[in-house]
């Protein structure tokens, strides 16, 4: 499956990730395992392992195949350099029709409103492409980035998930945002 989505203004592209992107994941991944440490999971060393990424990413081709989840690198225009990664997860149709978002860019290229634009990218996709009706996410009450992040792109805070993930070795209290299809309604139907 092959998903290419361009924000030209901010230099960006969004593709589901292929076991070819193995290495420059991997190498993203280790460079920003010690600036967000204190928003991410504690990991093994095993995980900063080509053998670990290319599993990582067969699983989540697989999951696009079964259409429970997406995993876009996020990738400059200019030179296809791999920047970071927006995902949607956990996709359940049926009556719920509903995502959790998860997303991350190298330090070096925050600020000039990438995240945004690689969120908004992946939101339209979420409800153009997949049809959902609503999609999540759930940040660290401390993390503002990433808080503004989701505003911009029309999220709004639903409340705390109280210790809801394990993060730098706790379980830790999570803001969770949301937004609807509806929320988006006359934006979605631009080109």
Same mark, same amino acid.
């Given at each position: ?45 095993? #995980? ?26 996020? #990738? ?27 997303? *991350? ?11 945004? @634009? ?5 939101? @339209?996709?979420? #409800? ?26 029309? *999220? ?36």
């Amino acid at each position: 499956m092959t998903i290419t989505l361009y924000d030209t203004a901010h230099g960006i592209s969004l593709r589901l990730l292929a076991t070819q992107d193995a290495q420059a994941y991997l190498e993203l991944v280790q460079q920003t395992r010690i600036p967000y440490q204190p928003v991410e999971p504690v990991r093994d060393d095993e #995980f900063y392992t080509l053998d670990a990424q290319i599993r990582r990413i067969e699983d989540r081709i697989k999951a696009a195949d079964e259409g429970t989840g997406y995993q876009f690198g996020i #990738f400059t225009i200019k030179d296809d350099l791999l920047i970071g990664q927006v995902s949607l997860n956990n996709v359940v149709l049926g009556v719920a029709h509903y995502a959790d978002m998860g997303y *991350f860019i190298h330090p070096d290229y925050q600020g000039g409103g990438r995240m945004t @634009a690689a969120v908004k990218l992946a939101v @339209a996709y979420g #409800f153009r492409a997949l049809k959902l009706n609503r999609i999540q996410a759930a940040v660290l009450p401390t993390n503002k980035g990433s808080q503004r992040v989701l505003e911009k792109n029309g *999220f709004q805070p639903e409340g705390i998930a109280r210790k809801y993930l394990k993060i730098n070795g706790m379980y830790q209290d999570h803001q969770v945002y949301a937004v609807l299809a509806e929320d988006l309604e006359e934006e979605l139907q631009q080109p």
